[in-house]
């Protein structure tokens, strides 16, 4: 039997894709992410798009987790390996917990069920940050819709309770 975790307000997520080639009409994995998060009745509270820069990604998911209304950041593309693949770098510094076993299972489910041993080259990862979730993926479809209905969605209620529920005694 599952645990059920209650939040008192529905939960809102920021996307942000990484690109020097998508605008807003041509990303297909951050459209993805806001809706497969919209059918699940979480609420978009930001949607980006920054250039393959480090600075310009730390900056920008720094300032999306400043939003008092937002309970993670959902970032897509630049995990690959390629010289001018940054996320990871510019993202793992601002986590205050690594949630390692995210992009265990991310990996093991998309060489299993997905892409086989090209899974090796995955950088996908998660942790927190100042009481929010912080998701890195790649920036394929597949791999979003992966990340999201395997792991994200299943769970985000539970993480967003974990991180809050401090907060939720006091009041």
């Not at 990996?107 to 100042?130: H, N, P, Q, V, W």
């Not at 993926?137 to 529920?165: D, N, W, Y």
């Amino acid at each position: 039997m599952s645990e059920v975790f209650h939040l008192e307000q529905r939960i809102s997520i920021a996307v942000l894709t990484v690109s020097d080639t998508r605008d807003q009409r041509t990303d297909e994995s951050g459209q993805l992410i806001r809706k497969l998060a919209q059918e699940k009745d979480l609420e978009i509270a930001a949607y980006e798009i920054v250039k393959d820069d480090a600075e310009e990604i730390r900056k920008t998911v720094f300032r999306l987790l400043e939003h008092e209304s937002v309970d993670a950041v959902i970032t897509t593309g630049g995990t690959g390996i390629a010289k001018m693949d940054v996320t990871i770098e510019a993202v793992t510094p601002l986590f205050d917990k690594e949630l390692p076993g995210f992009g265990e299972l991310f990996r093991f489910l998309s060489y299993t069920e997905d892409i086989g041993s090209k899974a090796l080259l995955s950088r996908a990862a998660a942790g927190t940050s100042a009481h929010k979730a912080l998701f890195v993926l790649p920036g394929s479809r597949g791999a979003v819709r992966l990340a999201m209905e395997k792991l994200i969605l299943p769970e985000i209620q539970h993480i967003i309770f974990e991180l809050t529920k401090h907060l939720q005694a006091r009041e």
